[in-house]
């Protein structure tokens, strides 16, 4: 709440001076203006937009070629490791049990931490 | 009718209608603010546009209070831009007592346009003083709203609408005697 004097005399004279401009016109122009920046704003962004995805389709054949390459490398790997834990296991028992212990550890842990 | 943060927040969402809406309540305010701070219509009604301009940029900023000194400070910010532009020499002294009010622009161009009844009044009236009676009677701001708007401190702010408006209805009566 304003506490202080409003000085109804000077400011009804002030606003019967603002309520006298014509507003329309004023109106129009300001509006046209922020219609033609949204306009400039959105084709900006529609062209930065196209560009991108352009530039994103030309990579896909080779980011495809990529993926089957670390596809490839981790199906490897994983049968790789997968032999070597069976030989690791067949050689020495106990290490199959501290694989287990570890993996039970690792899940407890993951299931009490909250997210 | 909706409020004034119901229709920024529309506006802040992209709605150009709330946006319009906006601009016709406060086009008044801003404009008779902007004519009184430069004395010229022309200047005035550009420095309110881009007021607007920059009120739509910046919607998503508005966070409450009332809208009008939102809009009134940043109409404040673009003059005081303008007048950096136009007269880098000169810097704002909100103390000043004896400088007279220097306007923006033209001021032969600016006797032939459109010329508010109370802007000879004004015209005598000290910068800080023009300023802070122009904020705190003409655009309704409250003390301390206008001192948020300026930077000034609201003793200051307070003392020089008290001594503007003084000098304002002094230079009214001598000019309805002569």
């Given at each position: 709440?304003?506490?202080e ?111 | ?135 705190c ?5 409250s003390h301390r709203e206008a001192a ?6 609201l003793?200051?702010v307070k003392?020089?609408v ?17």
């Open positions: 709440m304003r506490e004097e409003t000085f109804e005399d000077l400011a009804s004279l002030f606003a019967a001076e603002d309520r006298a401009l014509e507003a329309k016109p004023f109106i129009d122009e300001v509006m046209g203006k922020v219609r033609r920046r949204s306009m400039v704003r959105k084709t900006l962004l529609l062209a930065a937009g196209g560009a991108g995805a352009v530039v994103a389709a030309l990579q896909v054949p080779s980011l495809l070629g990529d993926w089957i390459t670390v596809d490839n490398t981790i199906v490897t790997a994983i049968s790789t490791a997968q032999q070597q834990a069976g030989i690791l296991a067949s050689t020495n028992p106990l290490w199959l049990g501290i694989a287990a212990l570890v993996a039970l550890s690792l899940a407890a842990v993951t299931t009490m931490e909250r997210t | 009718m909706r409020t004034d943060p119901d229709l920024a927040a529309d506006a802040a969402r992209g709605s150009e209608a709330a946006f319009a809406e906006l601009v016709r309540r406060h086009q008044a305010r801003v404009r008779g603010m902007a004519r009184r701070l430069t004395g010229s219509a022309s200047a005035g009604d550009d420095i309110a546009q881009m007021t607007f301009l920059t009120a739509w940029q910046k919607i998503g900023t508005y966070a409450g209070g009332t809208f009008s000194a939102w809009i009134c400070t940043i109409c404040w910010r673009e003059f005081l831009q303008v007048r950096r532009k136009t007269r880098p020499e000169i810097e704002f002294d909100e103390t000043a007592e004896i400088i007279p009010f220097d306007k923006i622009g033209d001021r032969s161009a600016s006797q032939t346009e459109n010329r508010m009844d109370l802007s000879r009044a004004l015209d005598r009236l000290t910068e800080a003083q023009r300023v802070c009676v122009v904020m009677v003409a655009a309704g701001l948020e708007a300026t930077g000034w401190p003793g200051t003392s020089h008290l001594r503007g408006v003084e000098a304002l209805r002094k230079h009214l009566a001598n000019a309805q005697v002569a």
